[in-house]
């Protein structure tokens, strides 16, 4: 067995020295043709470019600032053929990410990769759960990424707007065998199957993507779905691409990097260097050399995860880092979440915010923590409800799962400064807490 490295086995940069011809050509494409990545590598000297780690991390709030709908500084040419997809943001500053027919074609491709690497079987019948429309693309990229695959497959479009005893009709006349979903709509069915004393034991695979399964969903599941194993089906986001695909290891957190596309880094807290050791947790930088149009170059993906064994490219998901709030399938940036605050409160001022996710009842519970002046005339329930009225007119998807019962209702509380969890390392506000 090839023994895990470590920080002193392997120098700084050998781990994403530019060792391939293909990432020197690709960061050579993006500085020339892409103005944002021109000016943010201007001071990168010609003697320290054979090191991905001597580029810039890319800041999310110059990137998206800088990219737009109508108005693109990352965008490397004209976009004239492919997709839009959403990829966050809110109503009024919607993110979105902008593909070629080609970069369509690859990423479908990579992840119909990813679904042999889950399990899937000759002859599966799989019920495509995912939600589609309103410009996002989970449901549609897993419809196309059955084409390429070399297996037969029969794929159920039957989306993730079905209350679940439509859905569960679908799949029982259709005679399904394999789930693609969100682990919130895997739960959700689970629940209703089992609140009506009933099983689906047709269904041998589950196949989640896009938010973590968490052990208390695991009892239920297994009760609704007796001859289901429950695996990743792959792991990435619309911004950053296909970037791990899933492992036989029981931990479905574990994936594999999906090399040679995608170059994955690992930078533990406090540091800028990457991490080459076994289990030194740490934010998830991306270089995706499939992404020409809108590239992601060192581009923070809001994930923590850690190596497993860095020379087979395994790795570890840890839940979300400071940049994003992720509450079942709905991600928030913080930034977003911060300037959706500030406009429920105009007349107030609020010294910090802390965003606490939990679990209650086995669903996702978002908490906002706030320190806030001049409340003697409001009571905290009046703040909750302006700040969740702001917050589901700007990120309609988090009211619709509200209303569900897929995400519990935001609650705020209002706290003192030395209520908030704080890094012990760089004694700084830790933005987003998860505690799941």
Not at 312 to 331: E, H, I, K, W
């Amino acid at each position: 067995m090839t023994p895990l490295p470590t920080e002193t086995s392997n120098p700084p940069f050998t781990s994403v020295a530019l060792q391939t011809s293909a990432l020197q050509h690709h960061l050579d494409f993006v500085r020339k043709s892409s103005p944002y990545y021109r000016k943010l590598w201007e001071n990168v000297s010609l003697g320290d470019q054979a090191y991905l780690e001597a580029y810039p991390v890319v800041d999310h709030t110059s990137y998206w600032a800088g990219h737009g709908i109508s108005r693109s500084e990352i965008i490397t040419g004209s976009h004239d053929d492919g997709i839009i997809m959403n990829t966050g943001g809110t109503t009024s500053h919607p993110k979105v990410t902008l593909m070629s027919k080609d970069e369509l074609r690859t990423t479908s491709y990579q992840l119909g990769l990813g679904i042999l690497a889950a399990g899937i079987q000759p002859y599966d019948r799989v019920a495509n759960l995912f939600y589609a429309g309103d410009l996002y693309g989970s449901f549609l990229l897993h419809i196309l990424s059955i084409m390429d695959i070399g297996v037969p497959l029969v794929q159920l479009p039957i989306g993730g707007s079905c209350e679940p005893d439509k859905s569960i009709q679908h799949m029982r006349q259709l005679n399904a065998t394999v789930v693609f979903a969100t682990a919130t709509t895997i739960y959700r069915l689970a629940k209703h199957l089992v609140e009506e004393n009933n099983i689906l034991p047709a269904i041998q695979r589950l196949l989640f993507s896009g938010e973590p399964f968490y052990e208390d969903q695991r009892e239920l599941v297994a009760r609704a779905f007796p001859n289901a194993t429950i695996r990743s089906l792959v792991y990435g986001s619309i911004d950053a691409g296909v970037l791990g695909y899933s492992t036989p290891d029981e931990d479905s957190r574990v994936h594999v990097v999906n090399s040679p596309s995608v170059v994955l880094e690992i930078v533990p807290d406090g540091s800028t260097t990457p991490t080459t050791r076994h289990g030194v947790p740490g934010s998830i930088l991306v270089t995706n050399l499939a992404r020409k149009l809108q590239p992601v170059v060192r581009y923070p993906c809001g994930d923590k995860a850690e190596w497993v064994d860095y020379n087979n490219r395994t790795f570890r998901l840890l839940g979300r880092d400071q940049q994003a709030v992720r509450l079942g399938p709905v991600s928030i940036d913080f930034t977003d979440l911060h300037d959706i605050v500030a406009s429920a409160l105009p007349a107030r001022t609020f010294q910090a915010l802390q965003a606490l996710i939990t679990r209650e009842n086995s669903i996702d519970q978002l908490t906002i923590r706030l320190v806030c002046d001049n409340l003697a005339h409001d009571s905290t329930d009046t703040v909750r409800e302006n700040i969740a009225k702001s917050l589901g007119m700007r990120r309609p998807m988090f009211q619709d799962h509200v209303k569900r019962r897929l995400v519990n209702s935001l609650k705020v509380s209002i706290v003192s400064l030395e209520d908030f969890d704080i890094n012990p390392r760089t004694g700084k506000l830790v933005q987003v807490v998860d505690k799941r």
